[in-house]
């Protein structure tokens, strides 16, 4: 595995090989002894209990999901990666007090290269693929509604490719969250 430093800090961009012969593809997308050796703040998490929950959604072409975080207490590290199809991933900083607050990252993801973000980082992402997409999140702490938090997804700068395949599909929910710097995200 290969982890590379992004222009927000706690945001690592991981590559892993992929295995490939006549049965299929094979790729590994943690390892616990790993992470701890290229990313400093994963020292903070307890081994054998680093990631709590583990959810995957498919997604059609041209579909839209976030802009996503968990608000303190339980806020997140989360582990994201492609097992089918390709993915426009954006991330932006909402800490407060980090050098890079309101800066956004964004990265095509597919089978084999990974992002793994620290909490205060909201996540959302652009399903591209010329079919559907399948995207895995590991996360270091369990799913609370009272908890659960949005950005608007189009109210911080990203330019989502322009959207080179006509209007997204967006969750009703996901259209009403507040844009970017009209709350206190708590970090």
């Known amino acids: 595995m290969e982890f ?25 997308t943690f390892n616990h002894s790993i992470f701890y050796k290229n990313i400093p703040m994963w020292d903070e998490i307890d081994i054998g209990y680093s990631f709590t929950e583990h959810y995957y959604s498919v997604n059609e072409e041209n579909v839209i999901r976030g802009l996503h975080y968990q608000s303190k207490p339980c806020d997140l590290k989360k582990l994201v990666h ?22 956004h990252f964004e990265v095509s993801l597919y089978p084999g290269k990974m992002l793994f973000m620290v909490e205060g980082i909201a996540h959302g992402f652009l399903s591209k693929s010329g079919g559907p997409s399948i995207l895995n999140y590991a996360c270091t702490s369990q799913y609370n509604k009272e908890h659960d938090r949005g950005i608007l997804w189009n109210s911080f700068g990203c330019k989502w490719n322009n959207l080179p395949y006509g209007e997204p599909t967006i969750s009703y929910r996901d259209k009403k969250f507040l844009p970017f710097g009209e709350e206190d995200y708590g970090f």
Do not use: A, H, Q, W
Request: hydrophobic share 30%.
């Open 4 to 28: 590379k430093k992004t222009s927000i800090d706690g945001v690592y961009i991981i590559y892993s090989p992929i295995f490939s012969d006549e049965r299929g593809d094979f790729c590994k």
């Open 82 to 103: 492609v097992s089918l199809g390709s993915i426009k991933d954006v991330v932006l900083d909402i800490r407060k007090n980090s050098p890079t607050y309101g800066n």
